[in-house]
């Protein structure tokens, strides 16, 4: 089956700086997406992302399908934005990363 | 707003007892669902695919007699886990396609299970 990688796998940051999240998967793919999942659990969609780049506030996601690889930008990051970031793939039966796991430090 | 509803919330149940959670699309009808589980600290593993009106397919290594799938309507999908055992306690999440955009998929807030 598609294997999802992602990395870092943890990452530490101090409030107002950016980072980049990165996802490599291992066969071409008709859905990709981002998710943040907050501290009770919840999976909060972030973008929906099979190709090309979308922006939405301080976060942003660029997806190479060709390269088979997507980004997550988030700009001046802020201790709310601490969690763990999925990146899944897949149309239907999604295939998960292992995520990364943010701490922004005020 | 959510889209996608889990019921119960977390529940605690006995080794040897079952205990179901339910699944709900909100506002649209999703024929097909999707039941996960996630470990402490791990990523989430699809468990299986809730197809409505027939039988679930499970994923390799998932027993289905022990975890049952019923897709009764096409806003509802419930998991029932059978003689549950303390290995079973885990974070169960589902999801469903609302197909607006796609294959976009949106997810449950999920069911803490822990049985004792």
């Known amino acids: 089956g598609i294997q999802v990688e992602q990395s870092p796998p943890d990452l530490i940051l101090q409030e107002g700086a950016n980072s980049t999240l990165r996802c490599n998967f291992s066969d071409s793919v008709n859905n990709l997406q981002w998710f943040h999942q907050n501290p009770w659990g919840q999976l909060i969609n972030l973008f929906y992302i099979p190709s090309g780049t979308k922006q939405n506030g301080r976060l942003s996601a660029t997806t190479v399908a060709t390269e088979r690889y997507s980004l997550l930008y988030i700009s001046s990051s802020q201790t709310t934005d601490s969690g763990v970031y999925f990146c899944a793939v897949g149309t239907g039966d999604m295939r998960f990363g292992a995520g990364t796991r943010l701490t922004v430090k005020p | 707003g959510a889209v996608v509803s889990q019921h119960p919330s977390r529940v605690i149940c006995k080794s040897g007892t079952s205990v179901k959670i339910e699944c709900r699309s909100l506002d649209f009808q999703a024929t097909t669902m999707f039941w996960y589980r996630q470990f402490p600290k791990q990523s989430l593993m699809l468990m299986a695919t809730?197809?409505?009106?027939?039988?679930?397919?499970?994923e390799q290594g998932v027993e289905k007699d022990k975890f049952l799938i019923n897709h009764a309507s096409l806003t509802l999908s419930t998991l029932t886990v059978t003689s549950a055992h303390p290995e079973d306690s885990s974070f169960y999440i589902c999801?469903?396609?609302?197909?607006?955009?796609?294959?976009?998929?949106?997810f449950g807030p999920g069911t803490r299970l822990t049985v004792t």
């Open positions: 999801s469903a396609i609302r197909g607006l955009t796609g294959y976009e998929q949106y």
């Open positions: 809730s197809n409505e009106g027939s039988k679930a397919t499970y």
